[in-house]
């Protein structure tokens, strides 16, 4: 169980997240010029990926403040479907942002609890993701341990 | 444009793969038991889970010896849908295994390039995976770079 702090929510992301994630992802890369309609398709998409279980294969969580409904934090755990670990689930924890405006309170941590706890009870054998090295010391206390090295090719 | 080489076939994986599939995943980590119709229906599985734009987002491919129809090298690029990027796909290979009796033949590297041409086609704006340091060099070879540290938690 995960503990949330006072005054904050953990929900499934929905349509009125519009602003607040792309303000959050903007602190991690670039977002680009996505309309609410492109957000509302993508939220869609998302909810029709299921996995062999009928469960959401996509999980994109928000930590809200309660007060203001807006988007602290934003995370992602995706699952894939292998042959390997006997027919094994894998999460992926993918696009981890805080809002600046709500550094230093935990959420960050708070966040990669929620999602390892929603890949776990999906029957995942492990949860990976790629960080920089500047971000390995933050993973190890979130219970994460170097695995190996991401490589990449991009176009 | 990915050249193969003579004797050897690249498509898509399907039910006649069971064993070939088997034995060399098993040189990559546990297998388990899965049966016939456990792997058809990870296959079927596979086949059902398409991308916003209808395409497949599980894209396994073997590389057959022409004569015997084995199965010399394996390999999967998974694609997700994200919002940052303007909604952007990213590729992930994943469980690229060749069969020892096939090593030293560069299908490895053939294999590689293939998926890679894969997730361009299909609009990805990167493609990413995570190997032991050991490995950092065959997949520069490839045209991959090093990105960043890939994290664990296994359950
Ligand atoms: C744990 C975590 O959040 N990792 C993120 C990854 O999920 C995200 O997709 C990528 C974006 O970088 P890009 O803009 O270079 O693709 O950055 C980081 O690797
Ligand atoms: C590029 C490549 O093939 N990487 C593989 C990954 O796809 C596979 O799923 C994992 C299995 O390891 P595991 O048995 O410890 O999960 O090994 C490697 O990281």
């Known amino acids: 169980t995960t503990i949330i702090p ?3 929510t953990v929900r499934r992301i929905d349509s009125r997240d519009f602003d607040g994630a792309k303000v ?3 602190g991690l890369t670039t977002v680009g010029e996505i309309s609410q309609e492109d957000f509302n398709s993508i939220l869609g998409y ?3 990926v299921l996995l062999p279980n009928g469960k959401q294969a996509y999980n994109t969580f928000v930590i809200t403040a309660k007060e203001t409904e807006k988007v602290a934090a934003i995370g992602t755990v995706f699952v894939e479907k292998k042959i390997i670990h006997n027919g094994g689930l894998v999460g992926h924890i ?3 942002a805080v809002n600046s405006d709500f550094r230093g309170q935990k959420l960050g941590k708070v966040l990669i609890n929620y999602l390892s706890s929603i890949g776990k009870q999906l029957g995942c ?3 990976i993701l790629d960080c920089d090295e500047k971000n390995v010391g ?3 206390k979130c219970d994460y341990n ?4 991401e490589m990449q090719i991009r176009y």
Chains 1, 2 share one sequence.
């Open 24 to 26: 959050a992802l903007a």
């Open 46 to 48: 998302w909810d029709s």
């Open 125 to 127: 054998y492990k949860i």
């Open 146 to 149: 170097k695995a190996g090295i």
């Open 6 to 8: 006072d005054g904050f």
């Open 138 to 140: 933050f993973y190890e």
């Open 94 to 96: 993918e696009d981890i």
